[in-house]
């Protein structure tokens, strides 16, 4: 599986945009970027996914680059609410196969 | 919210006594995921399946086995509990309809410790 760099960790301000770096420079033509997010004491949820083009959602908004080797969660406001570890995870295309693979993904904090 | 419930939500056992936890949909999807998410790894996939009675392996399948008799139960059991199986357990379904229809839903998870 091909694999997605995240900083450890970010902070951000309550109310200000926040920008989430992923790297996967290793992405193939068919890997569909997908943002997952885990609230303290919850399950991941689903925030975005997308293939090529830039996403939006009432959630967030992905941005993806040209090469599509990087691409940015971006949530617009950030609340205290949105104090979570965000996952960045490639799923692949391959037949019936549609595992996530998560890895340690960024905490991010927002302060008041 | 989607219909996902697992039970129990916290266990305390012993070395070497069975284990069984369950998940139970009320969304009629057909995939259907055990994942476990200890400190430092995030989550990593033990099992899934795709429709009754069909499983597969996922990445830290060893010590665990599962059942689907119905589309709505998905069951994970732990034959003989270690202690390196402490761990909160998630559970997850997917309709998987496609790329652009796949999202996974997770249960509120199960917190298991192993004595």
């Known amino acids: 599986d091909a694999k997605t760099t995240q900083p450890n960790s970010m902070e951000s301000n309550e109310e200000e945009p926040v920008h989430l770096p992923c790297n996967h420079s290793?992405?193939?033509?068919?890997?569909?970027i997908h943002w997952y997010r885990q609230l303290p004491s919850q399950g991941p949820e689903y925030v975005i996914h997308g293939l090529t083009s830039n996403v939006n959602n009432r959630m967030a908004s992905l941005a993806i680059a040209e090469d599509r080797k990087s691409s940015t969660l971006i949530l617009h406001r950030a609340t205290l609410r949105d104090a979570a570890v965000y996952y960045c995870?490639?799923?692949?295309?391959?037949?019936?196969?549609?595992?996530?693979?998560f890895g340690k993904g960024t905490l991010l904090t927002v302060n008041p | 919210d989607a219909g996902i419930t697992q039970s129990p939500r916290h266990k305390v056992t012993e070395t070497g006594t069975p284990v069984t936890l369950r998940c139970h949909q009320t969304?009629?999807?057909?995939?259907m995921y055990w994942y476990r998410q200890d400190p430092g790894h995030g989550l990593r996939l033990i099992h899934y399946s795709y429709g009754v009675k069909d499983t597969d392996k996922g990445e830290v399948s060893d010590g665990y086995s599962v059942s689907r008799s119905k589309t709505e139960d998905f069951l994970l059991t732990l034959e003989s509990a270690t202690s390196s199986q402490t761990s909160v357990y998630f559970c997850?379904?997917?309709?998987?309809?496609?790329?652009?229809?796949?999202?996974?839903?997770f249960g509120p998870g199960t917190r298991l410790t192993v004595l």
């Open positions: 997850a379904i997917s309709e998987n309809r496609g790329h652009s229809y796949n999202e996974q839903f």
């Open positions: 290793t992405i193939s033509g068919t890997d569909y």
């Open positions: 995870i490639l799923m692949g295309s391959g037949g019936s196969n549609y595992k996530l693979t």
């Open positions: 969304e009629n999807h057909r995939y």
